[in-house]
């Protein structure tokens, strides 16, 4: 079975999904391409601030340890500090004087002698104590010597818990005493580790800190020293370490840490400015990816939104203008359909959506207008033809039943005439007859005088004929020099009166040419029709045989009981 044709979708669907589409797929481009060029953008800006206050806090850290091992180093030389005994008043000042540069810092400060005894501290905490087991004894013996960062062990108990809560923690400096060039003790500093969680503190702005970036150190092997919201210590316990950077020289890169978030990271190495102080430190400044880029995605979404937010406008301005151009379509369609029905006044309306289309319809309208009136012209022309048509056949089948000679009609027309008065008889009840008129000798005239005188001789006859009779009566020419005359309503006798009429008329003529001219007349009747017609021409016929035969000029009925007469 043939399936119809599917019929296709609207222009104004079209239109609006193809337009929509196209806008949306931009949009899509335009949002993917923006949001990777923001990343990158802000990706960079960002890494480069974490890399600022990474690189801000390393120095700071590095001038730190810098300054604390100078100092030891430069008081430790001073012999004629230390030229009254390590418990001298003069040493116990100098153990305050740098305490006091920075006392929320430098917690302990104390000399050990050369047996690792503790001869004088700051709040003569562990004095007497021997520290002989130490690092910062044993390895401030040999010289200027930063430890790095460690728990407290004898001044655990001592001393008061970090402000973060995390038990104290300590960067050593030591450093060997002389007098006369002979080593007396060592000058040890425990400096706490709550400074580089100040520094830091101070490194990050407020706006920093809002922004959700902290800063890590790692120690040289890569364990965490320090992080920020006192987790330092539990961290370290937990064993994290550095996260791994893809390419570290490569600058700041979005890293996975311990805690599965992902972060923008920027790790600077420890700037030393001495050997001894190189503790080789990384510090790490980290944001959240989610932070960094949440200004992006922001904006992503907001260009998105107005792609779509456009393709609607754009598709619901498609749709509109595709509307206005099916609807004048629809309208072309319907007229153009109007006028091939030929509904009056029908034309191709003017369109209204497009230029494009005007320029249409008014081409088709002035085609459609000439098309229109050729038709017309045609019509009116088959018309008028189709007249002269009629009027020909008219002409042709009055032509096919008229005598042409004279104008009378002829015996095929007379024939149809006599069945319809025998007819007429018949149905009314009333008597009809029949004359049978011949010329007398009429092969004189046209022997002597010529044919054309013999036809205006039966011109003259014919006319006579219909002159004298009504104008209800039919006159005929049957053949030759023969008349048929059929007398509606007409009796035999009143028949056989005007047939001598007739004979009496014609007779007493004087042509011009041919002088005289006779007729003989045959007369039948018959009442109510009743009878054949060629049965009542062959009477007729008969009769006008016997008037021939009677001596001619002169009318005979055809029963032979009326009186036959002549003129
Ligand atoms: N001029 C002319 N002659 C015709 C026409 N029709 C018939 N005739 C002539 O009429 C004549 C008839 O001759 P006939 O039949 O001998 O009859 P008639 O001479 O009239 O003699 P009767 O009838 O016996 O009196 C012929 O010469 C025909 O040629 C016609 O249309 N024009």
């Given at each position: 079975?043939?399936?119809?044709?599917?019929?296709?979708?609207?222009?104004?669907?079209?239109?609006?999904?193809?337009?929509?589409?196209?806008?949306?797929?931009?949009?899509?481009?335009?949002?993917?391409?923006?949001?990777?060029?923001?990343?990158?953008?802000?990706?960079?800006?960002?890494?480069?601030?974490?890399?600022?206050?990474?690189?801000?806090?390393?120095?700071?850290?590095?001038?730190?340890?810098?300054?604390?091992?100078?100092?030891?180093?430069?008081?430790?030389?001073?012999?004629?500090?230390?030229?009254?005994?390590?418990?001298?008043?003069?040493?116990?000042?100098?153990?305050?004087?740098?305490?006091?540069?920075?006392?929320?810092?430098?917690?302990?400060?104390?000399?050990?002698?050369?047996?690792?005894?503790?001869?004088?501290?700051?709040?003569?905490?562990?004095?007497?104590?021997?520290?002989?087991?130490?690092?910062?004894?044993?390895?401030?013996?040999?010289?200027?010597?930063?430890?790095?960062?460690?728990?407290?062990?004898?001044?655990?108990?001592?001393?008061?818990?970090?402000?973060?809560?995390?038990?104290?923690?300590f960067v050593d400096y030591a450093a060997p005493l002389f007098r006369d060039g002979q080593r007396i003790g060592v000058l040890g500093v425990?400096?706490?580790?709550?400074?580089?969680?100040?520094?830091?503190?101070?490194?990050?702005?407020?706006?920093?800190?809002?922004?959700?970036?902290?800063?890590?150190?790692?120690?040289?092997?890569?364990?965490?020293?320090?992080?920020?919201?006192?987790?330092?210590?539990?961290?370290?316990?937990?064993?994290?370490?550095?996260?791994?950077?893809?390419?570290?020289?490569?600058?700041?890169?979005?890293?996975?840490?311990?805690?599965?978030?992902?972060?923008?990271?920027?790790?600077?190495?420890?700037?030393?400015?001495?050997?001894?102080?190189?503790?080789?430190?990384?510090?790490?400044?980290?944001?959240?990816?989610?932070?960094?880029?949440?200004?992006?995605?922001?904006?992503?979404?907001?260009?998105?939104?107005?792609?779509?937010?456009?393709?609607?406008?754009?598709?619901?301005?498609?749709?509109?203008?595709?509307?206005?151009?099916?609807?004048?379509?629809?309208?072309?369609?319907?007229?153009?359909?109007?006028?091939?029905?030929?509904?009056?006044?029908?034309?191709?309306?003017?369109?209204?959506?497009?230029?494009?289309?005007?320029?249409?319809?008014?081409?088709?309208?002035?085609?459609?207008?000439?098309?229109?009136?050729?038709?017309?012209?045609?019509?009116?022309?088959?018309?008028?033809?189709?007249?002269?048509?009629?009027?020909?056949?008219?002409?042709?089948?009055?032509?096919?039943?008229?005598?042409?000679?004279?104008?009378?009609?002829?015996?095929?027309?007379?024939?149809?005439?006599?069945?319809?008065?025998?007819?007429?008889?018949?149905?009314?009840?009333?008597?009809?007859?029949?004359?049978?008129?011949?010329?007398?000798?009429?092969?004189?005239?046209?022997?002597?005088?010529?044919?054309?005188?013999?036809?205006?001789?039966?011109?003259?006859l014919a006319a006579a004929l219909r002159a004298r009779l009504r104008d209800t009566d039919v006159v005929a020419r049957y053949g030759g020099?023969?008349?048929?005359?059929?007398?509606?309503?007409?009796?035999?006798?009143?028949?056989?009166?005007?047939?001598?009429?007739?004979?009496?008329?014609?007779?007493?003529?004087?042509?011009?040419?041919?002088?005289?001219?006779?007729?003989?007349?045959?007369?039948?009747?018959?009442?109510?029709g009743a009878v054949a017609p060629a049965v009542l021409m062959q009477q007729a016929d008969d009769a006008l045989y016997r008037a021939k035969?009677?001596?001619?000029?002169?009318?005979?009925?055809?029963?032979?009981?009326?009186?036959?007469?002549?003129?």
């Amino acid at each position: 079975m043939q399936t119809a044709p599917s019929r296709p979708p609207r222009l104004k669907t079209q239109l609006t999904l193809v337009f929509g589409t196209l806008v949306v797929l931009a949009s899509l481009v335009l949002t993917w391409a923006l949001g990777d060029m923001l990343r990158g953008r802000v990706r960079s800006d960002a890494g480069r601030t974490l890399t600022f206050m990474a690189s801000n806090a390393a120095q700071v850290l590095a001038a730190g340890l810098h300054a604390n091992a100078v100092t030891a180093s430069v008081l430790s030389q001073r012999e004629s500090i230390w030229a009254g005994g390590l418990a001298s008043p003069e040493a116990k000042r100098v153990l305050e004087v740098i305490e006091a540069t920075a006392p929320s810092v430098n917690l302990w400060v104390g000399l050990a002698d050369e047996d690792g005894v503790v001869r004088a501290s700051t709040g003569n905490r562990l004095l007497g104590a021997s520290v002989r087991e130490r690092p910062w004894f044993q390895r401030g013996a040999d010289g200027l010597f930063v430890g790095d960062v460690h728990p407290a062990k004898l001044l655990a108990t001592l001393l008061p818990a970090a402000r973060d809560g995390e038990p104290q923690r300590f960067v050593d400096y030591a450093a060997p005493l002389f007098r006369d060039g002979q080593r007396i003790g060592v000058l040890g500093v425990h400096a706490s580790w709550g400074w580089a969680g100040d520094v830091i503190d101070t490194v990050l702005s407020g706006e920093a800190k809002a922004a959700g970036i902290e800063i890590f150190i790692f120690n040289r092997e890569g364990e965490v020293i320090f992080a920020p919201g006192g987790q330092s210590q539990k961290l370290a316990a937990a064993g994290v370490r550095i996260p791994t950077f893809d390419n570290r020289a490569a600058g700041p890169a979005l890293v996975k840490w311990h805690d599965g978030g992902e972060y923008l990271s920027a790790a600077v190495r420890l700037p030393a400015q001495a050997q001894v102080s190189d503790l080789g430190w990384t510090i790490v400044a980290r944001e959240p990816a989610g932070r960094v880029f949440a200004a992006v995605k922001d904006a992503t979404r907001q260009v998105l939104l107005i792609g779509i937010a456009t393709a609607l406008l754009g598709s619901l301005l498609a749709g509109y203008a595709a509307g206005r151009l099916g609807a004048d379509l629809r309208r072309l369609s319907r007229a153009a359909r109007d006028v091939e029905l030929g509904v009056p006044g029908a034309r191709i309306p003017a369109a209204v959506s497009s230029a494009e289309l005007r320029t249409l319809s008014e081409s088709l309208g002035s085609m459609t207008q000439r098309l229109v009136a050729a038709r017309d012209d045609l019509e009116v022309q088959v018309r008028q033809r189709t007249l002269e048509l009629e009027q020909a056949n008219i002409e042709l089948g009055r032509q096919a039943q008229t005598d042409a000679l004279t104008a009378l009609p002829n015996r095929r027309r007379f024939d149809a005439l006599l069945e319809h008065a025998l007819a007429d008889a018949c149905h009314e009840g009333h008597a009809l007859s029949a004359l049978m008129v011949d010329a007398d000798h009429f092969k004189r005239i046209n022997d002597v005088h010529g044919h054309a005188v013999g036809d205006e001789a039966l011109k003259t006859l014919a006319a006579a004929l219909r002159a004298r009779l009504r104008d209800t009566d039919v006159v005929a020419r049957y053949g030759g020099e023969e008349f048929a005359v059929l007398l509606p309503r007409t009796t035999g006798d009143r028949a056989l009166l005007v047939a001598n009429q007739l004979v009496a008329d014609i007779g007493s003529r004087t042509y011009p040419v041919y002088g005289a001219l006779t007729v003989s007349i045959g007369v039948a009747s018959c009442e109510r029709g009743a009878v054949a017609p060629a049965v009542l021409m062959q009477q007729a016929d008969d009769a006008l045989y016997r008037a021939k035969a009677e001596g001619r000029n002169r009318a005979c009925p055809h029963d032979g009981t009326g009186s036959s007469a002549s003129a």
